[in-house]
């Protein structure tokens, strides 16, 4: 299930992530018809990927997901259901494999995603929601993404979602020398350390770093720059040049408010807002001397990358989800193949128990049995090779199905194996973070005390 900037707008995308990272472990406990799930929630998109018992559940197993996130979101089931588009089949592995290698990004190529797919599978993991051949389609994309990344152009480029809303933001200045621009970064979270990175990388020497949840001490204590709090904020965003949001909390800066704080003040502001739920008040870009840059303001800005590069990047793509396609349907007959060694194997056994009774274990008995196991080994040597042919060819059930029908065994599926991480910082409290340290401190408090 796919909702993505490419088809809706992102506020109905950040919607439906709220309570994102329930909703794997709600929906397998829900409903037998979801034996996996993993989350991928990102600034732009928010996707389920999900595994059914049997082809005949996949509409079950949808309407499931579809319930669990219309109760976590607060929308109509009607609603979320239209707004998520569905892959089933061999377009899963298409799909995810294009989004991992950042063919499906706002901005064509970006890096992050990569991590934001390995992310989402060791979360799911971790709440042992990923079954095991979701585990293999999240590993096999990652692997992907490095091949995209390491063979391609598209992996030289280095752009990311940051990198073009930071050459947006020169773009708007009159002065581009990053290293006497004063940056405030709202976040912890991953975004909020690649805009570190790139910020250093350009030159930024003063960057100082809040984030609702207290813990920007611990965030620069390892990238540099200064941790705020309710206390310092204040004047921190009244002197800076640029403030970028990449926490995406349930609060934000207001417009009145950040007004308030820049009362009196000449300096140019640049807003950069790269929370999918926003950290800034879209009225901020009403203010004298404000600039408002958004997620939709850098996909407009995003450079298309060079024909040959896509082409070569999407053909390895098609090409590896190609194979891991034929690899899993010809895995998926492995159960019935072990099935029907088994069920052959025990008739033998049980055949050659008579004869040891009868004749006691002689050289005649032990010739029997060489002559028995090699004519079994040949006689399974067909329907072995059958089923690998019909696994290529997606009729692996019809094998299974001949197998209970005519021998009457019950082929056993694999056992399953052991939150989709947005990368921006979702730690929240119920007022703007402008309002200062009392309300930060009261909430702190609520959250240890929960």
């Given at each position: ?152 152009a598209l992996g030289s480029r280095g752009l990311s979602i940051v990198s073009v809303a930071l050459d947006l933001a020169i773009d708007l200045s009159e002065e581009t020398d990053w290293s006497k621009k004063k940056v405030v970064v709202f976040g912890t979270g991953a975004y909020a350390g690649a805009t570190m990175a790139l910020l250093r990388e350009r030159g930024c020497r003063d960057i100082s770093v809040f984030s609702s949840s207290g813990r920007a ?234």
């Amino acid at each position: 299930m796919v909702a993505t900037h490419a088809d809706i707008d992102l506020e109905t995308v950040a919607q439906l992530s709220n309570g994102s990272s329930g909703i794997a472990t709600s929906a397998l406990a829900r409903s037998p018809a979801v034996k996996g799930a993993v989350v991928l929630a990102t600034c732009n998109r928010y996707e389920i990927y999900g595994e059914a018992p049997h082809a005949d559940d996949v509409e079950a197993a949808r309407a499931a997901l579809v319930g669990q996130i219309s109760e976590t979101s607060g929308l109509s089931e009607q609603l979320v259901s239209r707004s998520f588009s569905t892959h089933t089949g061999p377009d899963v592995s298409q799909h995810l494999f294009a989004v991992s290698s950042g063919l499906d990004s706002a901005v064509v190529g970006e890096r992050e995603i990569a991590g934001q797919v390995r992310r989402a599978l060791i979360t799911a993991q971790q709440e042992g929601t990923a079954s095991a051949g979701l585990v293999r389609l999240f590993q096999a994309a990652s692997k992907t993404a490095k091949d995209v990344g390491a063979q391609t152009a598209l992996g030289s480029r280095g752009l990311s979602i940051v990198s073009v809303a930071l050459d947006l933001a020169i773009d708007l200045s009159e002065e581009t020398d990053w290293s006497k621009k004063k940056v405030v970064v709202f976040g912890t979270g991953a975004y909020a350390g690649a805009t570190m990175a790139l910020l250093r990388e350009r030159g930024c020497r003063d960057i100082s770093v809040f984030s609702s949840s207290g813990r920007a001490a611990t965030f620069v204590a390892t990238r540099g720059g200064t941790a705020l709090d309710g206390d310092t904020l204040h004047a921190a965003v009244a002197a800076a040049d640029v403030m970028i949001g990449c926490s995406g909390s349930d609060t934000r800066v207001e417009a009145a408010e950040l007004a308030q704080v820049r009362a009196g003040s000449t300096q140019p502001l640049i807003a950069i807002d790269l929370a999918l739920t926003h950290d800034f008040d879209p009225a901020v870009g009403e203010l004298d001397g404000v600039e408002l840059l958004t997620l939709e303001s850098v996909r407009l800005a995003a450079p298309q990358e060079q024909a040959e590069s896509l082409a070569q990047a999407s053909a390895m793509v098609t090409g590896a989800a190609q194979s891991f396609e034929q690899e899993r349907e010809a895995r998926s007959v492995d159960s019935a193949i072990v099935a029907l060694r088994r069920h052959t194997m025990n008739v033998l056994d049980a055949e050659m128990e008579k004869v040891r009774a009868r004749h006691g274990c002689t050289a005649a008995a032990e010739e029997v049995e060489f002559a028995l196991r090699r004519m079994v080994k040949q006689l399974l040597h067909v329907p072995t090779v059958r089923a690998r042919e019909l696994a290529s060819n997606g009729q692996q059930d019809d094998y299974v199905a001949a197998l209970e029908t005519l021998y009457g065994i019950t082929v056993e599926q694999p056992a399953a194996a052991s939150k989709a991480e947005c990368p921006m910082d979702h730690s929240s409290l119920t007022a703007s973070p402008l309002q200062g340290a009392v309300n930060l401190q009261e909430n702190e408090a609520r959250r240890n005390s929960a």
